[in-house]
C-alpha cells in the first residue's frame, strides 16, 4: 500500500522515482493494483497527477458482455494499455465506451455488437501476451462459459491469483477443478458457482461430485474458497481444510463435519439445516452470511450462533428471526456490530423486546431490517420505532425500517426504507432517509459489509500503514505552488471509472 507519512517524505520518494527511465516508471505504475493507491499517489505532485490520470486509472479493470468480446480484438492496437489491466471480467454488464473513447482507443461503436462469446478464447489466445500484469479473470455472464477457456487462461504471462467463474458450467466438473489445480498454483482466491443456469435460475437435480479434485488440490497461498453448487465428501473437505490453513474466507452449500481453518474470518452458507458443527473450529468468524430454511434450519442456526462468540457481521436470509433467538444475541455475540436479519414485530417480539436486545449490543452500528406491525396497532409508524430503539442504543446509527424487510438486498430499491439516525432539536431522535447521492451512502448496503470487513482486516496485518490518511495529510501539507489536482477531484474520477 502506498501511503505518505509527510511532505518531506512525499518530494524524496517522488523525486527518486520519477528520476527512473519511462520504461521502468511504466513498469512500477503498472504494478499498482489498487485505485486507492493510485490515488494516493496522485496526489503526491503534479508530475504522478498527469501520469496517472486518466490512462493508469481508467486501465486496471475491463469488463466486457460476451457480446462485446470482439473489443479486444481492437486493443491489439494499444500494447501499452493492455499492460496495465489486472483484471477482466466477462460480465452482463455494458462496456462503457466512453472509459475507452476518453483513451482514445475506440472511436467507432457500432460494429462491436455480435454474438462472439465462443470465440474468446481464440481472441485472449492473440491478447495474452500484451496483458503483462492481468492476474485476475472473472466470469459472471448468463451464458455456458466457452470450452477451452481455463486451458487458454494458463498461458497468462502473470499467473493468475483471482479466479471467478459463476453461473452454467458448460463442462465436466471435476475435470474443470482439476485443471484450475493442474494451471493456477498461485491461485489466492477461487469461486466456482454453478448455483444458477443460463437464465439465473437455482439449479436442480444432480449435483456434480467433486471430492477428487478438491481431495488432491493444493494452493499454498489460497486466502478465498467459495464453491457453490458442487458436492464435496467431508474426507475430502477435511484434508482440504487442513492443507489450507490461510484460508480466510470461505463460501458453501452447507455446513459440513469438519474442521475450518483457524484463520476463517468469512463463512457464507446456502442451505443452514445440518447441526454437524464442530465448535472449536468457527470461533475466529467475524462475518456469517446464512440461508436458512424456515422450517429446518432454525435449531441448527441457534446452536451456530451460540459458537461465534467473536461475530460482528451477521446476515440471515429466508427465515423471518423469532424471539427465542434474538435475546440470546446480547449474551452470544456481544461484539455485533451489523445485523441484516428480518425482524417483524408481533408474534413475541414487541417493540419494547426489540429495544432491550438492542440496548444489550454496545457495538450496533446497522441493524436491518424492522418490519413494524401497523394493522394491529398504529402507534408502531417508522418514527415511533427508530426513536424507540436510539434512546435505548448508543451506538445505532443505520437503520432500515419498512413494510418488507427484503426490499433492501434488491435491485433498484438499495437504499429504499434505510434510515440515518440524528437527534433533533428537541432532543428526540428521528430517522433521515438515506440519498443514494450521499458518497458516504455505500456504507448502508449489506453487499458491502463482507467487502469493508475483509479490508479493514488486511489494514490490520500491515504494520507499515501511515497513521493518517494519505489524502488528508497530503492535501494539507502540499503547497500550493505543486497545482496538485483536488483530492475531491480525483476521486469523482476513480468512481466514474468503476
Not at 65 to 88: D, G, K, M
Not at 136 to 165: C, N, R, V
Not at 216 to 240: N, R
Not at 335 to 343: A, D, G, P, T, Y
Request: aromatic share 8%; charged share 20%.
Amino acid at each position: 500500500m502506498v501511503a505518505f507519512a509527510s511532505l518531506s517524505d512525499t518530494t524524496m520518494i517522488a523525486g527518486n522515482v520519477l528520476d527512473l527511465p519511462p520504461e521502468l516508471l511504466e513498469d512500477v505504475l503498472s504494478n499498482l493494483d489498487s485505485t486507492s493507491d493510485l490515488l494516493h499517489l496522485a496526489l503526491s505532485s503534479k508530475a504522478f497527477s498527469q501520469l496517472i490520470i486518466p490512462h493508469h486509472i481508467y486501465t486496471r479493470s475491463l469488463d466486457v458482455h460476451p457480446r462485446q468480446v470482439a473489443i479486444l480484438s481492437l486493443l491489439t492496437n494499444v500494447p501499452l494499455y493492455n499492460s496495465r489491466f489486472h483484471t477482466i471480467r466477462i460480465t452482463d454488464s455494458s462496456l462503457r465506451y466512453d472509459v475507452l473513447k476518453n483513451l482514445g482507443i475506440l472511436k467507432l461503436t457500432n460494429q462491436l455488437e455480435s454474438n462472439r462469446a465462443e470465440e474468446l478464447p481464440a481472441i485472449l489466445a492473440v491478447m495474452l501476451p500484451q496483458f503483462t500484469h492481468l492476474t485476475k479473470f472473472a466470469w459472471t455472464a448468463h451464458i455456458a462459459l466457452p470450452a477451452g477457456l481455463i486451458h487458454t487462461l494458463k498461458d497468462s504471462p502473470q499467473p493468475l491469483t483471482e479466479l471467478d467463474i459463476q453461473y452454467h458450467l458448460n463442462t465436466d466438473h471435476a475435470e474443470l477443478l482439476s485443471h484450475i489445480a493442474e494451471y493456477f498454483p498461485g491461485l489466492r482466491s477461487l469461486t466456482l458457482n454453478r448455483r444458477y443456469d443460463t437464465g439465473g435460475s437455482v439449479v436442480t437435480g444432480h449435483i456434480p461430485d467433486v471430492s477428487a479434485p478438491v481431495g488432491s488440490a493444493y494452493w499454498p497461498d489460497l486466502k478465498s474458497f467459495i464453491l457453490f453448487g458442487f458436492f464435496v465428501s467431508d474426507g475430502a473437505l477435511d484434508g482440504f481444510f487442513r492443507r489450507h490453513p490461510t484460508i480466510e474466507r470461505l463460501g458453501a452449500d452447507r455446513v459440513q463435519n469438519v474442521t475450518y481453518p483457524s484463520n476463517l474470518c468469512s463463512l457464507t452458507i446456502r442451505d443452514m439445516t445440518t447441526l454437524c458443527i464442530r465448535p472449536t473450529s468457527i470461533l475466529n468468524i467475524h462475518y456469517a452470511n446464512i440461508s436458512i430454511n424456515p422450517w429446518s434450519g432454525g435449531v441448527a442456526l441457534t446452536k451456530f450462533i451460540r459458537q461465534m462468540h467473536n461475530l460482528s457481521v451477521l446476515e440471515c436470509n429466508g427465515a423471518v428471526i423469532s424471539w427465542d433467538l434474538l435475546k440470546t444475541f446480547p449474551v452470544n455475540l456481544p461484539f455485533l456490530s451489523k445485523l441484516n436479519f428480518v425482524v417483524k414485530i408481533g408474534a413475541g417480539i414487541t417493540v419494547e423486546r426489540l429495544c432491550s436486545t438492542v440496548s444489550g449490543l454496545p457495538n450496533l452500528t446497522h441493524f436491518a431490517s424492522v418490519v413494524p406491525n401497523t394493522e394491529e396497532r398504529p402507534q408502531h409508524t417508522v418514527a415511533y420505532v427508530i426513536n424507540k430503539l436510539a434512546r435505548r442504543s448508543k451506538s445505532l446509527k443505520y437503520l432500515h425500517v419498512g413494510p418488507d424487510g427484503r426490499d433492501h438486498r434488491l435491485k433498484p430499491y438499495l437504499y429504499r426504507d434505510w434510515y440515518i439516525i440524528i437527534r433533533d432539536t428537541e432532543g428526540e431522535f428521528e430517522g433521515v432517509p438515506v440519498n443514494p447521492a450521499d458518497p458516504g451512502a455505500r456504507e448502508v448496503l449489506v453487499s458491502h459489509w463482507e467487502e469493508e470487513l475483509m479490508a479493514n482486516r488486511g489494514l490490520e496485518k500491515q504494520t507499515s500503514v501511515a497513521t493518517a490518511q494519505p489524502s488528508t495529510s497530503l492535501s494539507a501539507h502540499t503547497p500550493k505552488s505543486m497545482n496538485t489536482p483536488k483530492a475531491a477531484d480525483i476521486q469523482k474520477i476513480a468512481r466514474s471509472s468503476r
